[in-house]
């Protein structure tokens, strides 16, 4: 998953704090303490009129952010400076709590701006987005290196056993104190201002990182003259290739736009070899073209960044800093996670390659597989194994039907929920969807935007993100949105979708439900604000509900008729899931490894040629498989250079192994049932990080997790 949202919530971060040293001297900027007055004609001034605070998109000019954010870090400053002085000894009500009440102004602001820049960007909001960047990194300084300020904190952290907190308080002052501390609250004068400059770099080249990456996937997709060469799309896509196109400034042409991954999914049925090679090289360089988007020096200085402010933070590396509030808490646990599961993983991918070179040369292919050919073949190989092709499965795919009669019906067997479109809600973009979330009780739970289709103006990939967070201090509920980069279909046509698409919409669904459900009193600890490798658990536990029998059946109907899939094809569809995954996890590690291979550089060794690094860490970790190329490579790796999983990237691998053992206890335990929802949702979904985690799975479990039923459902035992 990934989420635009971090920068805000580091912000957000900077709302919690307390202690006293009263020699300190306040390091915050000067501030008036009486705020400016609202613009009248600037929505965001105050708070929303809508159901539930929804943000007035209707009421709302690009260049409204900017003035609303900057003016929000000045009232936040006002109010941190408030708590700050207060002569009154420090208590969690008058430190901690008051700070988790301040910046509504700043986070009402930036939370709608990086929801927007994420998903519909444009050049003003792109250059507000540069602009704010320092200043945002500045803000938070401000508030977490201030010595006055720490020493509040530290006071109360230092009393939290003798005071009379619930577990909840106690948590959020531990979380807290360790917050100040990995901002450098710890570190001399001299060394919170290199930090403050490291930060405000950091986050400047974070964000012309993804501004470059969506210009040069806009830049990068091929474009074809000939339709002979689509032979093998649907007619469906080849009109949604034309309308791009036309779109593009090129009627009578069609445009195959490029996804976020290497791979791209019209591989799997593009016939023309050459079209393929095009696709597959657009794609791996999209980013490294020499140009004004090559992001390549970006990120050769974003690593020497990083790798620094470890230093200076006393660890010996920046995965070491990052992983450390983490489950796995090292980064040698993480490699081990990972390179334990190489072996059997590319063992695996190299006899998938020897099949589908197999195919190729009783076609008389005359030439050696590669990773253009691996989708394609791969398809051939599927269909003659078990007969079975995408073509065949996606009119049984048809969106709103796996959306109402699939992710929303398996939310409702567990949970009891159910959804209701509405029309009176302003939203960004015209494919963006509205939903009232109303519990099991009929009371509303919570608000929810879906916003499925790829566009020029939006960051690839699917991630879920807050309007607005739960609150228990102030009874606010949750305005949840999910965004998607599924193909738009031409006018007129239905919007079908693959497999993997209809696993993304459960997939984002799950961080959904994650959201929906929480139920803490502070908005720190609520809902997803968990550790990275906890965050996909309950994500990717909401992926199996897609091929549960009686979901499945529930929305696998074609689309033309209304017939359920026929039978023997969903058995070929479930007998087929193991299908592949020696490319899938091969893939997958080569990413993950790739990332912390970047992350675990000394300061001394940071600055590395992006290319022969990326080919020599590859080598290192063996996972370079030509025919199987990283899901990301390092020139376009979002998640790791612009969207806050910098060494991070290993947690989907980390969370899978608590979703797959997860999904065990159901199947122990009687499967699909409200019971047992209610359990999973009291026991996971609503805790959010208000206690360890490890031990609140233990304690819905009944053990810790075991690795076996991963290995099992991917085929590698």
Same mark, same amino acid.
């Given at each position: 998953m990934f989420r635009p949202l971090l920068l805000s919530s580091a912000i957000a971060l900077a709302l919690t704090a307390c202690g006293d040293r009263p020699a300190a001297e306040s390091?915050?900027?000067?501030?008036?303490?009486?705020?400016?007055?609202?613009?009248?004609?600037?929505?965001?001034?105050?708070?929303?009129?809508?159901?539930?605070?929804?943000?007035?998109?209707?009421?709302?000019?690009?260049?409204?952010?900017?003035?609303?954010?900057?003016?929000?870090?000045?009232?936040?400053?006002?109010?941190?400076?408030?708590?700050?002085?207060?002569?009154?000894?420090?208590?969690?009500e008058n430190t901690i709590e008051a700070m988790e009440r301040s910046g509504e102004l700043l986070t009402r602001a930036a939370v709608t701006f990086f929801a927007l820049a994420g998903a519909n960007t444009n050049d003003t909001l792109q250059a507000t987005e540069e602009a704010l960047a320092p200043k945002l990194a500045e803000h938070s300084d401000a508030v977490h290196l201030d010595p006055k300020l720490f020493a509040r904190v530290k006071a109360i952290y230092d009393q939290r056993d003798s005071l009379e907190l619930t577990p909840e308080q106690k948590t959020l #002052?531990?979380?807290?104190?360790?917050?100040?501390?990995?901002? +450098?609250?710890? $570190?001399?004068?001299?060394?919170?201002?290199?930090?403050?400059?490291?930060?405000?770099?950091?986050?400047?080249?974070?964000?012309?990182?993804?501004?470059k990456l969506l210009a040069a996937g806009n830049a990068g997709g091929v474009f074809?003259?000939?339709v002979a060469e689509l032979d093998g799309l649907d007619a469906g896509a080849i009109a949604a290739a034309a309308d791009a196109a036309k779109a593009a400034g090129k009627d009578g042409q069609w445009l195959l736009s490029l996804q976020n991954t290497t791979q791209q999914p019209v591989l799997a049925s593009l016939k023309n070899r050459a079209l393929r090679e095009r696709l597959m090289a657009a794609s791996t360089g999209r980013a490294e073209k020499g140009d004004g988007n090559d992001t390549r020096a970006t990120i050769q200085r974003l690593a020497e960044l990083r790798a620094r402010k470890a230093q200076l933070l006393g660890f010996p590396n920046y995965a070491a800093y990052s992983i450390a509030d983490q489950m796995a808490a090292t980064p040698e646990v993480a490699l081990k996670l990972l390179t334990d599961t190489v072996p059997a993983a590319t063992a695996r991918a190299r006899a998938e390659l020897a099949k589908i070179q197999g195919v190729v040369d009783a076609q008389n292919g005359g030439f050696t597989a590669g990773a253009a050919d691996w989708d394609f073949y791969?398809?051939?190989?599927?269909?003659?194994?078990?007969?079975?092709?995408?073509?065949?499965?996606?009119?049984?795919?048809?969106?709103?039907?796996?959306?109402?009669?699939?992710?929303?019906?398996?939310?409702?067997?567990?949970? +009891?929920?159910?959804?209701?479109?509405?029309k009176d809600i302003p939203v960004y973009h015209p494919d963006v969807r509205v939903f009232d979330i109303m519990d099991a009780d009929g009371k509303q739970l919570a608000l929810f935007y879906l916003d499925p289709f790829k566009r020029d103006s939006k960051q690839g990939g699917a991630w879920m993100g807050n309007f607005v967070e739960q609150n228990g201090l102030t009874g606010t509920i949750p305005v949840v949105y999910n965004v998607e980069n599924?193909?738009?279909?031409?006018?007129?046509?239905?919007?079908?979708?693959?497999?993997?698409?209809v696993t993304t919409l459960f997939h984002e669904f799950g961080h959904a439900l994650h959201g929906f459900f929480s139920k803490t009193q502070y908005p720190s600890l609520a809902g997803t604000n968990v550790p990275r490798d906890f965050v996909e658990f309950p994500s990717q536990f909401n992926e199996h509900w897609a091929l549960d029998p009686k979901v499945f059946a529930n929305y696998a109907k074609h689309h033309e008729t209304g017939e359920a899939?026929?039978?023997d094809l969903v058995d070929r569809i479930v007998k087929a899931r193991t299908f592949n995954q020696g490319y899938a996890t091969t893939e997958y590690l080569s990413a993950a490894l790739l990332d912390l291979a970047w992350h675990t550089l000394p300061p001394e060794d940071a600055k590395q040629d992006v290319d022969a690094f990326e080919k020599q860490a590859l080598a290192q970790y063996k996972v370079d498989l030509a025919a199987v190329p990283p899901r990301y490579r390092t020139s376009y790796f979002s998640h790791i250079w612009g969207g806050g999983y910098a060494a991070g990237y290993y947690a989907y691998f980390g969370s899978e192994v608590l979703d797959h053992d997860a999904f065990q206890w159901f199947r122990e335990n009687g499967g699909m049932t409200r019971?047992? +929802?209610? #359990?999973?949702?009291?026991? #996971?979904?609503?805790? +959010?990080?208000?206690?360890? $985690?490890?031990?609140?799975?233990?304690?819905?479990?009944?053990?810790?997790?075991? #690795?076996?039923?991963?290995?099992e459902h991917r085929g590698l035992k």
């Open positions: 390091t915050m900027p000067a501030t008036d303490t009486a705020a400016t007055a609202a613009p009248a004609e600037n929505a965001l001034f105050a708070a929303s009129t809508l159901p539930f605070q929804a943000p007035p998109f209707d009421k709302l000019k690009d260049t409204d952010y900017q003035p609303a954010i900057e003016e929000g870090m000045k009232r936040h400053l006002a109010e941190i400076r408030e708590i700050a002085d207060n002569p009154e000894a420090p208590t969690f #002052v531990e979380h807290t104190q360790r917050n100040f501390e990995r901002a +450098g609250a710890l $570190l001399g004068d001299a060394e919170k201002a290199e930090l403050r400059k490291l930060n405000a770099e950091e986050s400047t080249l974070s964000t012309a990182f993804g501004n074809v003259t000939d791969a398809e051939q190989v599927r269909k003659a194994e078990f007969d079975l092709d995408e073509a065949q499965i996606r009119p049984y795919f048809e969106l709103d039907r796996v959306l109402n009669d699939g992710v929303f019906f398996a939310a409702n067997q567990l949970y +009891g929920i159910t959804a209701k479109e509405r599924f193909t738009k279909p031409a006018a007129g046509q239905p919007a079908l979708l693959s497999f993997d698409d899939m026929p039978q019971e047992n +929802g209610q #359990v999973f949702r009291d026991k #996971v979904l609503s805790i +959010g990080h208000t206690r360890d $985690l490890a031990t609140a799975y233990r304690e819905f479990r009944g053990k810790d997790p075991s #690795v076996e039923p991963l290995l």
